[in-house]
């Protein structure tokens, strides 16, 4: 279960140091292995969430 929320919080656009404080985990890096799982937002959406 735990994979499942990490992603679905990546998915979510949890605030990082929310997201890091309440999975406990210290670094970014640590994610870089469900990140493959996340969705990926087309690019019209990536450009959007950046502004």
Known sequence: MR??????????STPIPNFLEAAGIQSF???DRFLVFAERPGRAAALRSLR
């Open 29 to 31: 890096e640590a994610l």
């Open 3 to 12: 994979s499942t929320w990490l992603v679905h919080h990546v998915n979510a």
